[in-house]
């Protein structure tokens, strides 16, 4: 029989930043299942070529986590500037596009602008976070900027009916400039600043997995291929998949939100039904090993039709070391609701939308390729989520467990926020 002061569910940035904090002051065992940590901030390596599960980057805003991180990476870090970009009627603009029409045809740009100054004269603000995101976008940033990036970006990434995905999310991750910036990026200087990822930083060598590895090093508690199947808060136990039962005085949970509520023996009927009306998406993404590739651009967003996934982007413009030399390497998304996706008909896609913008250029040629799929990707905020989160918090605080992260947070964040809320998680044990 095992027994540790504190058991962690899952081994990524959010279980593996807790277990340093807790490192020589509490017993503790980090259960990840793979066998490899990092969850889905871990690279893959095929053929020379280092893919990681899309474009994760470090956003770094926090004075302790940031000196957390980079202090972890040593001198294995890159500081980087953003250049992403938009690709609509057939030409690219830069990101964000609500503040750069400048690359876009003179109606389009006209009806973008005349909307917004519309939409803010009538007193649009940023709201509560409740509102539907189809009335909220219109209302915040006109019908031209909507109707040509908004909507038909956001439908195509969530996946979910845009009058029902409630906006708590959008701050800080959808830029909303002022009069003056949008008016500038139509018809004057390029808008630079904006967003939460205009600096970001990325590992020299290594892919993003480099950091859950070096968070992993020394790590006493990690256990890897540890899969848990149940677990008890009132009683402590967990059951462990050809294991046996592991004893524990306190739980971190950092594995899905409703995975983790399933699998929970003690939780009470409203816990259950509070986490079964829980939603997200999937995402698959094709990583692709090109030769002949020319572009400096570190990803791109495609809101038109013609293109089945939403985002794609250039890993090698992170690091070169990524990749063997003279190639590059994309990461390339597509969501859906939760169904299979047809990955040879994504695949001919891909290829015919990566030709269309101008990212593969008639002399490119794919000498590799690895699909990596994201089951739980994007989890869904809508009004019901905002009614089960507050029961499952309570049972949880009640049973003195915490459950943090991206996805035992259930939100959309980012990997900074994961550190910081296993730093914060520990603090709170210790």
């Known amino acids: 029989m095992l027994k540790t002061d504190v058991l962690i569910i899952g081994g990524g940035l959010a279980g593996l930043s807790a277990a340093k904090a807790l490192e020589g002051k509490k017993s503790h065992i980090v259960a990840e299942r793979e066998n490899r940590p990092g969850g889905l901030s871990a690279t893959v390596t095929k053929g020379g070529f280092h893919f990681d599960y899309s474009g994760h980057l470090l956003h770094l805003r926090w004075p302790k986590t940031s000196r957390f991180i980079l202090g972890a990476l040593g001198g294995n870090c890159l500081r980087l500037k953003r250049d992403a970009r938009v690709f609509a009627h057939r030409r690219w603009t830069p990101y964000p596009f609500q503040a750069n029409l400048a690359g876009m045809p003179g109606k389009v ?6 909307g917004f100054l519309k939409a803010y004269s009538a007193g649009g603000g940023p709201g509560d976070g409740t509102e539907p995101f189809s009335r909220w976008t219109s209302r915040v940033f006109g019908a031209g900027i909507s109707r040509h990036f908004m909507v038909p970006y ?16 959008c701050a800080p991750f959808v830029p909303m400039p002022r009069p003056e910036e949008v008016i500038e990026g139509a018809y004057g200087k ?5 967003g939460y990822n205009t600096v970001f930083h990325y590992p020299r060598r290594g892919g993003i997995g480099a950091l859950a590895n070096a968070l992993a090093m020394k790590s006493s508690g990690l256990r890897l291929g540890l899969e848990v199947e149940s677990v008890n808060l009132k009683a402590g136990v967990a059951m462990v998949r050809h294991f046996g039962p592991v004893h524990f005085k306190r739980l971190i949970n950092t594995s899905p939100l409703d995975s983790f509520v399933g699998m929970a023996q003690d939780a009470p009927a409203a816990v259950k039904r509070a986490a079964a009306a829980l939603r997200h998406n999937t995402v698959y993404v094709l990583n692709l090993g090109v030769k002949g590739v020319k572009s400096d651009m570190h990803w ?3 809101p038109g039709p013609e293109f089945a996934f939403y985002r794609a982007g250039l890993a090698t413009n992170f690091s070169r070391e990524l990749a063997p030399r003279g190639c590059a390497s994309f990461y390339v998304e597509f969501s859906t ?3 299979a996706l047809d990955l040879a008909s994504a695949e001919t896609a891909a290829l015919k ?7 593969l250029g008639p002399g490119a040629r794919v000498v590799q390729k690895l699909w990596l799929k994201i089951p739980c990707a994007y989890v869904i905020y809508n009004k019901e989520r905002a009614a089960a989160l507050p029961v499952i918090t309570a049972w949880l605080k009640a049973r003195k467990a915490q ?4 996805y035992g947070g259930w939100k ?7 550190v910081k809320e296993g730093l914060e998680a520990a603090d709170a044990l210790l």
């Open 154 to 169: 956001n439908a195509k990434l969530w996946r979910y009916p845009l009058a029902r995905l409630t906006t708590e999310w």
């Open 190 to 194: 390029r808008s630079e600043g904006l």
């Open 412 to 418: 959309y964040s980012f990997m900074e926020e994961s």
């Open 337 to 339: 609701a939760g169904e």
């Open 403 to 406: 459950s943090i992260g991206r």
């Open 109 to 114: 740009k006209a009806e973008c602008v005349s």
């Open 353 to 359: 939308g990566l030709k269309a913008c101008g990212l």
């Open 300 to 302: 791109g967003y495609f």
